[in-house]
């Protein structure tokens, strides 16, 4: 079996009430790069509880992230067959 390691980094920042985070994917040894983003907002209505925004905004961006790949995924495919592909999570 060949196995290959890719590596997702979450850099989390909070401003105001705004949770913002990043998920910065790394694949294997080549310089290709995808980041996707997202954002929390704490309702003033809301408890403030740091780690639910920590986990919104982490999620968000962790789906901003899956279809970034998607994509990549598509564009290389069709790169390689010149016929549009559809992909779907």
């Known amino acids: 079996m060949n196995t290959k390691n890719w590596n997702v980094e979450i850099n989390l920042g909070e401003q105001e009430g705004l949770t913002h985070a ?3 994917l790394v694949v294997g040894e080549t310089t290709k790069t995808l980041i996707g983003s997202g954002t929390a907002r704490l309702s ?6 740091p780690e639910i925004g920590d986990e919104l905004a982490t999620a968000r961006a962790l ?5 970034r790949l ?3 995924a598509a564009g290389e495919i069709e790169a390689i067959t010149h016929e549009p592909v559809h992909l779907y999570a």
């Open 22 to 24: 990043e998920a910065r």
């Open 44 to 49: 003033p209505s809301d408890a403030d509880v």
């Open 63 to 67: 789906s901003d992230l899956a279809h």
């Open 70 to 72: 998607l994509d990549t």
